[in-house]
């Protein structure tokens, strides 16, 4: 059977990268209130950040790199997804982002990133890095006190006792726990979903791959990404190529996650790579670039290519994470100097990089339209991060969260190669109605995006209805639905049956259905928002508003 193209089945139903640039989050907040910094003189302002489907950490990591740009302020990142695989590369990727220099360099570290991060098969000295660090975090997972000392930055109190235990589990499976390459044979299950993909177009599917490229992904405004790495992508799942191409051969056990199947009549846990096949990881770090050099084209072919980009701005954007973790001092800030010399500096450590500066808080996988109840939650966060594959969530009870005059920002879905255009403007036109119905109004004076859509919070009815929320005109909103029958994952031949050491007490988290069709926003079910074992066996603990030093 031929996949139409327009069915969104590339996309997939969990997300491992983000199909948007990098953002600074800093610079998408509303500035620190006047009287709320004369309140705070003598403590550094805070910066409350609720991101939904952030997936990869790009927008935290691009934020603290650039910290060192902006007055002090201390950060809260209140992150919430929807499968564990998720909130367990966040902490993978923290932690290899955040490992000291001395036990691994900075170009070791940029380009581990990028193999864990973006491809399908690693080198295995890759792999053993990744084995290593899983063990370790499977054993502080369940020990919460040795956590909070070596990793002071994270904190996992918010998520389910259930939910913790299948992290673990999720750890394990990383770190070894099934022997072998039969246990997650990614190579395989790529070849079958992209086979499930293009139907009979699979022989051709590298006219597939360049008409998707140049057609779409390069009139969308990413012209560096090249042919050959795009065609390698879609053909292996090995987007960044640093080494020769044989080096690559150990599966990516990160990009594995488990759903429900039916088989039989029975319901079946299976274990698969249900991410996107369609777009890629480059769009994250690998299309814009503050170095506008690394941009320029040659009788009209960019000099760079999409990887290149890549590594290149992954290297400066840990170098800069590094640099903000020494003090200000021994980077020459001459205010920070004079703070020292009167005695009025906060006291600072040389480690790194300032994980005294910045908290990451992993909320419950269900917990999006709960979290008004909460009264440390309502009114609280001065910025909202919402993924196009989460849109469905935005809701008036999401928007209770965001603190009076917050702002708003929404992933569009440009970069699914998927969508046609007149869909495209109708997933726009959608966002912006739920937005309006969320309580928030378009930014007067924002810059016109194609890939983001921004608003800010305001009591004023009037105000929420002055119209789209893009600059561009979209038509009416209409259905954007394509069936979940083609959004389906593939049959049982596709998938690994799991056979995973957790403990029964800590059942397969599933990834939200609702992530399968961006079309769902326009019809949203609040039984799609529920997992299967979402069922609370245990109280959520007691917001915790102490920072995380």
Same mark, same amino acid.
């Given at each position: 059977m031929t996949t139409p193209a327009g069915s969104g089945t590339g996309f997939g139903s969990v997300s491992w990268w983000g199909l948007s640039p990098a953002l600074d989050l800093q610079a998408e907040s509303p500035p620190v209130d006047p009287e709320a910094k004369a309140d705070t003189e003598h403590r550094t302002p805070e910066l409350d950040v609720l991101l939904l489907g952030s997936v990869d950490g790009r927008h935290l990591l691009r934020t603290l790199a650039r910290a060192a740009l902006w007055p002090r302020r201390r950060f809260n990142f209140y992150v919430l997804e929807n499968n564990l695989e998720a909130v367990a590369r966040h902490m993978l990727i923290f932690s290899l982002a955040l490992e000291e220099p001395e036990k691994m360099g900075l170009q070791e570290r940029s380009e581990t990133f990028m193999e864990v991060w973006g491809n399908a098969l690693l080198r295995p000295a890759v792999a053993a890095f990744v084995r290593a660090q899983a063990d370790l975090l499977a054993h502080l997972v369940p020990e919460p006190d040795r956590m909070a000392e070596q990793l002071p930055w994270l904190s996992l109190g918010a998520l389910k006792f259930r939910e913790r235990d299948a992290l673990e589990a999720v750890f394990r499976f990383w770190a070894g726990g099934e022997k072998g390459p039969e246990a997650f044979p990614m190579s395989r299950l790529w070849d079958l979903r992209l086979r499930h993909y293009l139907g009979s177009r699979y022989d051709a599917r590298h006219g597939v791959s360049d008409w998707d490229l140049r057609m779409k992904l390069h009139d969308r405004g990413a012209q560096v990404i090249h042919t050959h790495e795009f065609r390698r992508w879609r053909d292996t799942g090995v987007a960044f190529e640093l080494r020769d191409s044989s080096a690559y051969?150990?599966?990516?056990?990160?990009?594995?996650?488990?759903?429900?199947?039916?088989?039989?009549?029975?319901?079946?846990?299976?274990?698969?790579?249900?991410?996107?096949?369609?777009?890629?990881?480059?769009?994250?770090?690998?299309?814009?670039?503050?170095?506008?050099?690394?941009?320029?084209?040659?009788?009209?072919?960019?000099?760079?290519?999409?990887?290149?980009?890549?590594?290149?701005?992954?290297?400066?954007?840990?170098?800069?994470?590094?640099?903000?973790?020494?003090?200000?001092?021994?980077?020459?800030? !001459?205010?920070?100097?004079?703070?020292?010399?009167?005695?009025? #500096?906060?006291?600072?450590? *040389? &480690?790194? $990089? /300032?994980?005294? %500066?910045?908290?990451?808080?992993?909320?419950?996988?269900?917990?999006?339209?709960?979290?008004?109840?909460?009264?440390?939650?309502?009114?609280?966060?001065?910025?909202?991060?919402?993924?196009?594959?989460?849109?469905?969530?935005?809701?008036?009870?999401?928007?209770?969260?965001?603190?009076?005059?917050?702002?708003?920002?929404?992933?569009?879905?440009?970069?699914?190669?998927?969508?046609?255009?007149?869909?495209?403007?109708?997933?726009?036109?959608?966002?912006?109605?739920?937005?309006?119905?969320?309580?928030?109004? !378009?930014?007067?004076?924002?810059?016109?995006?194609?890939?983001? #859509?921004?608003?800010?919070? *305001? &009591?004023? $009815? /009037?105000?929420? %209805?002055?119209?789209?929320?893009?600059?561009?005109?979209?038509?009416?909103?209409?259905?954007?639905?394509?069936?979940?029958?083609?959004?389906?994952?593939?049959?049982?031949?596709?998938?690994?049956?799991?056979?995973?050491?957790?403990?029964?007490?800590?059942?397969?988290?599933l990834p939200s259905e609702s992530q399968c069709s961006l079309g769902e926003v326009l019809a949203p079910s609040q039984e799609a928002l529920a997992l299967p074992n979402s069922e609370s066996d245990s109280k959520t603990p007691e917001c915790d508003l102490t920072p995380g030093d």
């Open positions: 051969h150990v599966p990516n056990r990160t990009l594995a996650s488990g759903r429900l199947l039916s088989h039989r009549g029975e319901r079946v846990a299976a274990r698969g790579y249900w991410g996107d096949i369609a777009t890629g990881p480059f769009v994250a770090f690998g299309i814009e670039a503050d170095d506008k050099s690394l941009l320029r084209t040659s009788n009209g072919q960019p000099v760079k290519t999409a990887g290149e980009i890549t590594q290149h701005n992954v290297t400066e954007l840990f170098r800069e994470v590094a640099a903000w973790g020494r003090p200000r001092a021994a980077q020459g800030d !001459p205010e920070e100097k004079q703070q020292r010399a009167s005695g009025t #500096a906060e006291p600072e450590t *040389s &480690g790194a $990089p /300032a994980q005294e %500066s910045f908290t990451i808080h992993f909320l419950p996988l269900d917990s999006a339209q709960a979290l008004h109840h909460k009264s440390c939650y309502k009114n609280r966060f001065q910025l909202l991060y919402v993924a196009c594959g989460m849109v469905h969530l935005l809701s008036p009870e999401l928007g209770a969260c965001a603190a009076p005059g917050g702002n708003l920002i929404v992933e569009l879905a440009r970069y699914l190669v998927d969508l046609r255009p007149e869909q495209l403007q109708r997933f726009s036109a959608r966002v912006g109605e739920l937005a309006q119905a969320a309580g928030f109004a !378009p930014q007067t004076g924002a810059r016109p995006s194609e890939t983001f #859509a921004r608003f800010c919070k *305001s &009591g004023d $009815p /009037a105000l929420r %209805s002055t119209g789209p929320a893009l600059d561009s005109g979209a038509p009416p909103p209409e259905v954007l639905a394509p069936s979940l029958e083609a959004m389906s994952p593939p049959h049982g031949d596709l998938t690994q049956p799991l056979e995973s050491p957790a403990p029964p007490s800590a059942p397969l988290q």
